[in-house]
Every structure is written in structure tokens, then in C-alpha cells.
């Protein structure tokens, strides 16, 4: 776990504009993505996650006689993602071409209401502190974090990252990226794609964080200048389960992929400098064709 010590929390969020994502967005063919603080470009049409449907308005109470009705099935335990309130959050666009279609590295955050996680923990002999996970040989660390921008707590147990939320609060994506290149980010929430609220995949177009610097996802994005703030709450409360379903709720992902070029990145230079010249066993014979 990486100690809570981050930089400042800036909203710079930068997002990857695709017309027609099954023509365009093969490897080596992607248009213009978005950045905050510059002047807006040309007009692009963007998929934004729509609203989730209102839910439905109570009826009437009438008495009638007949057998009591059968008792509502439980909801499902647990904490998920809710639709939240607008909250601004600009973006414009600026070009990104990816080294390849598979991600450089991806990272998985589940999350629960905090008693179950300090529960998870204490049966691993482990205890809650600030959770950040590292990906790339710690090239990039990914966290949830509150408000005020402290990372949340959770544990690693059983080989997933399990973070401790609390019902009703507001939290946010965080990627720090420590290394000299950019990357391009794809997060999902419940299994939707954080920027249009569909099914999430690698296909789809994403954030850019820059070289040195923290990328902040608030929510949904339902414009080019707002999104819908994540916050924990209910199952049956969540923008999945009031969508497509509660199928993946409690899980956050995020897949970085590499920008077109040589990523020199701490773990890959950690690689060169450790390169061995003589790492075989005495040679017999002449060098075979590959």
C-alpha cells in the first residue's frame, strides 16, 4: 500500500473523443481527445451517460379484501454507485494514438460499506489504512478518495484490493501517474464506462492523464462541462441497477494504455539497467534460426 502523502488534487480531466468507435478506434487510428483549461475545438459529437429513469411514483393505498400480500424480497446487501448530483467538470480535446489495443496495465478496486471490509480485514489479521493500489511496478497508483481528497482505507485480502466506503458519501477516482509519458484511461464504475454510462470495455475512449501528474474522475459525465458526482449508496439506488443491472455493482476498474512510442517508465529503465549480457549456460553448437 502506498503511504497517504499525494500531491495536490487538481480536476484536470482530458478526455478521448471518438466519432465512430467500431470504424476508428482500432489501434493507431484515434481522433482528438479533450483537455481542461484550453480554448474549446472544433464541434464533436460525444456519447455522455444519460440520465438514469425516474423512479416510479407511489400509488394509492385502496383496502380491498383478498390474502395479504407476499412480503417484498430483501435488497441486495451491500453498497453501489448512485447517479449524484451535477458538478462541474470541463473538458476540450487533444490527440492520443495508442501503442496497441491491450491495455499497458489495469487495476481493480472493489469496494463494501466499511463494517464488512473491517470484518474482511480483521479475519485476514490485517487492519484498514489509506488504500492506493500500484500498477505498472508502481509506475501509477490508483485510489478512491473523499471530498477533501484523502484516500479511502481499505486492505488487501485474498488477492483483491477491498475498500471501505461509507453509504452516502461522496468519493472520486484518482490516478497518479509517475511516470514521463502519457497514458490514456479507461474507468468503469459497476461495470459502466465512466464517460457515456454503457457497458464498459477496452474499446472504449477515455481520460489522458499527463506525464507527472493526477488525474481526478468526479462521475457519469453527462456534458462537456458536468458530471454526476459518484456516491456510494443502496443497490437498488444505483445508476447500474436503474440502467442495465446490478450484475457488477461494487467494483471500480480503470485500464491504462500506452501512447504510440517508447514508454521509458521507471520499471521499463529499471529493466535496462539490470539487463544481463551472459544469462546462459555454456554454449554448444551454432545459433538456430528463430
Not at 94 to 105: D, L, Y
Not at 154 to 175: E, H, M, P, S
Not at 215 to 224: H, P, V
Not at 271 to 290: C, I, L
Request: glycine share 12%; aromatic share 6%; charged share 20%.
Amino acid at each position: 500500500m502506498r503511504p497517504s502523502r499525494r500531491p495536490a488534487v487538481r480536476p484536470t480531466l482530458l478526455l478521448v473523443v471518438c466519432s465512430s468507435l467500431a470504424a476508428a478506434c482500432g489501434a493507431g487510428k484515434y481522433p482528438a481527445v479533450a483537455t481542461s483549461g484550453a480554448p474549446p475545438g472544433p464541434s464533436t459529437s460525444v456519447a455522455m451517460a444519460p440520465a438514469p429513469p425516474p423512479p416510479p411514483l407511489a400509488e394509492a393505498n385502496v383496502a380491498v379484501p383478498g390474502p395479504a400480500p407476499a412480503a417484498p424480497p430483501d435488497e441486495r446487501p451491500g453498497l453501489a454507485t448512485t447517479w449524484g448530483e451535477a458538478t462541474w467538470s470541463p473538458i476540450t480535446t487533444t490527440p492520443f494514438v495508442r501503442a496497441g489495443a491491450a491495455p499497458w496495465a489495469t487495476a481493480v478496486l472493489h469496494y463494501n460499506d466499511r463494517d464488512g471490509v473491517a470484518a474482511h480485514a480483521a479475519y485476514v489479521g490485517a487492519s484498514l489504512a489509506p488504500l492506493a493500489v500500484d500498477v505498472g511496478a508502481g509506475d501509477v497508483a490508483v485510489s478512491l478518495i473523499d471530498d477533501g481528497g484523502a484516500i479511502l482505507p481499505g486492505v488487501v485480502a485474498g488477492g483483491r484490493n477491498l475498500v471501505a466506503a461509507l453509504d452516502g458519501a461522496r468519493y472520486r477516482i484518482a490516478i497518479a501517474n509517475h511516470t514521463r509519458a502519457r497514458f490514456e484511461v479507461v474507468a468503469s464504475v459497476d461495470g459502466l464506462d465512466v464517460i457515456d454510462g454503457k457497458p464498459a470495455g477496452f474499446d472504449r475512449r477515455g481520460y489522458v492523464v499527463e506525464a507527472g501528474a493526477e488525474l481526478i474522475i468526479d462521475g457519469f459525465r453527462q456534458s462537456e462541462s458536468e458530471v454526476a458526482a459518484f456516491r456510494f449508496g443502496k443497490v437498488a439506488s444505483s445508476y447500474a441497477a436503474r440502467t442495465t443491472g446490478d450484475a457488477n455493482v461494487g467494483v471500480v476498474g480503470v485500464a491504462l494504455f500506452a501512447e504510440r512510442g517508447a514508454v521509458w517508465t521507471p520499471a521499463e529503465l529499471e529493466r535496462r539497467d539490470r539487463a544481463d549480457p551472459f544469462p546462459g549456460e555454456p554454449g554448444r553448437g551454432f545459433a538456430a534460426s528463430p
